[in-house]
């Protein structure tokens, strides 16, 4: 088909979609720049400056030290307007520290609560941060850990004696969506806990952690919540369990009374005593921004346009003749596309160079298409599948 008539029925697509107002929300200096990299870093709502710009002229600046009467419990009430984003209730979900520290300290958790346990188990394919906390906190313990055979899955692993199981619901090279039911219930019954990494999944595709039986999960407010660089992650704790948890990394935000400054080590009830030291509000005020655009759209409107749009460019790469390792199967697909070609690093780079369309790289041979519901284009998706097929081909 030619390039040209490809446009043209993206644009019709976007002209009416009923989430392409939303893009409005968020400040675009190049509207002709595809942007398929929302994946790893939202774009920026808005909403955001003019909050930060308030943060710190008004309740910083002038307030100072009296803002702290509002800011004291940001991360648990960002956390109570996030919560809805994945199935959670309020007092689930406390947004503080970065995903990292907070995946060491559901792990700590985790053990703390199978001390019988022998080992901890992740795919050897799962994100760096996920393996090497849980081969750091494995060492911390004394345990072993245990990854899949040569060619095999975490489904084939015995679980006997597993304390928990690091594992992204969405993987982050290919976007297959991991069996979130199955894979939480058959470690429930041998004794192990699943700490689920959302990352690649909250505001992007449907999440129920409650009706799943999840008992934990981590998370960043970065990549399709938009929460800008470096925004604070998010721990979920189901109720009923959060009361029970210990974990080595105390700090005075996660005291039953902070400001009790003599008082012996006595941590918050529920979620909050997963806070550590004092929080980054500019940080969190950021992402509060993004978790409301996503928020008030929905997790269900969210989850249906990330399926339209790459559905859409599944389509495309059938009939660009592209490979892509992208499950075809909706259900089982995340908000990305991977498209396969031994060039791959140098095709993003000239994507961006010749094309203005950003995507991003994964090795070995991996050019990330990132499908982010609020702000992504029908015809970026198109410009990006065009470019894609104009580099093959000159390499051919």
């Not at 979609?17 to 774009?43: C, E, K, Q, T």
């Not at 697909?333 to 160079?353: E, V």
Request: glycine fraction near 10%; charged fraction near 20%.
């Amino acid at each position: 088909m030619d390039a040209e008539e490809l446009l043209d029925e993206a644009a019709a697509r976007d002209a009416t979609h009923p989430l392409a107002g939303y893009r409005d929300r968020f400040v675009i200096p190049d509207p002709d720049l595809s942007y398929l990299d929302g994946n790893s870093l939202g774009m920026t709502p808005r909403a955001t400056v003019h909050r930060i710009h308030e943060v710190m002229n008004d309740e910083w600046a002038d307030g100072l030290i009296r803002s702290w009467t509002k800011w004291l419990d940001l991360p648990l009430v960002v956390g109570n307007e996030l919560a809805p984003l994945i199935g959670a209730n309020d007092g689930e979900v406390v947004v503080h520290d970065s995903t990292t520290i907070n995946v060491h300290q559901l792990l700590h958790a985790a053990v703390a609560l199978r001390p019988d346990a022998t080992h901890l188990v992740v795919d050897p394919g799962e994100f760096p941060t996920d393996r090497y906390a849980v081969a750091a906190v494995a060492a911390q313990h004394g345990l072993g850990v245990r990854t899949p055979p040569p060619g095999g899955t975490l489904d084939d692993l015995d679980l006997t004696g597993c304390a928990a199981v690091v594992r992204s619901l969405v993987d982050y090279r290919t976007a297959r969506i991991a069996d979130l039911v199955g894979a939480t219930a058959r470690a429930a019954d041998h004794g192990a806990i699943v700490i689920w990494d959302l990352s690649h999944a909250v505001g992007a595709i449907g999440v129920d952690l409650p009706a799943a039986g999840v008992d934990m999960a981590v998370g960043c407010t970065y990549k399709f919540l938009n929460g800008g660089p470096g925004a604070p992650g998010f721990s979920f704790v189901r109720a009923g369990l959060a009361d029970q948890i210990d974990h080595p990394l105390r700090g005075w935000f996660g005291q039953h009374d902070q400001f009790d400054m003599d008082a012996e080590w006595q941590p918050k009830h529920g979620v909050g005593r997963l806070m550590i030291g004092t929080p980054g509000i500019l940080g969190l005020e950021a992402a509060r921004c993004g978790i409301a655009i996503s928020a008030e759209v929905g997790a269900e409107r969210l989850a249906a346009t990330s399926t339209e749009l790459t559905s859409f460019g599944l389509d495309l790469v059938d009939r660009l003749g592209l490979v892509t390792v992208t499950p075809r199967d909706a259900s089982q697909r995340g908000a990305h596309i991977a498209i396969q070609h031994p060039a791959a690093d140098d095709i993003t780079t000239a994507l961006a160079q010749r094309h203005r369309v950003i995507a991003d790289y994964r090795r070995p041979n991996l050019v990330r298409l990132g499908c982010s519901p609020l702000t992504t284009r029908f015809t970026d998706i198109a410009r990006a599948m065009i470019a894609l097929r104009t580099e093959i081909d000159q390499r051919a």
